[in-house]
């Protein structure tokens, strides 16, 4: 196993991932799912509906529960699912926003693939990212 796997598996102990299914649930129930997927991905192969794509730069920043930077209505009890491309990227950064306070952040396994694979709901791609 490579370092990055190493890395990769320590972070994924610290979360709660969930799958499409799961994710659509909770999507359902109001739980904040953002997108750090690049643009021309998100262009190319939609979003998920009532996503908010958050640029990977400012993530914390806009999530953490003590910034002062962070999205409308957002606390440390905030249900919140990340996605990428496949589930790598978001594993790390639902670790991070769980070690800054969010205790509630998942992410999903498999990524915007696998969501698109399950036959879930995707609108057109290219919503502005918050920055």
Do not use: K
């Amino acid at each position: 196993m490579s370092e990055i796997d190493d890395f990769l598996e320590q972070a994924r102990a610290e979360i709660e991932r969930v799958d499409p299914r799961e994710a659509d649930r909770l999507r359902r129930e109001g739980a904040l799912i953002v997108d750090i997927r690049p643009l021309h991905d998100r262009v190319a192969e939609g979003e998920i509906p009532g996503s908010v794509p958050v640029e990977r730069i400012v993530l914390e920043w806009r999530l953490a529960p003590g910034s002062d930077h962070r999205l409308p209505g957002v606390t440390e009890d905030t249900r919140v699912v990340v996605l990428c491309n496949e589930g790598y990227s978001s594993s790390l950064a639902a670790r991070d926003l769980r070690r800054l306070g969010l205790r509630h952040a998942s992410d999903l396994v498999g990524g915007f693939r696998a969501w698109a694979r399950e036959g879930l709901p995707v609108r057109e791609g290219g919503t502005p990212a918050v920055t």
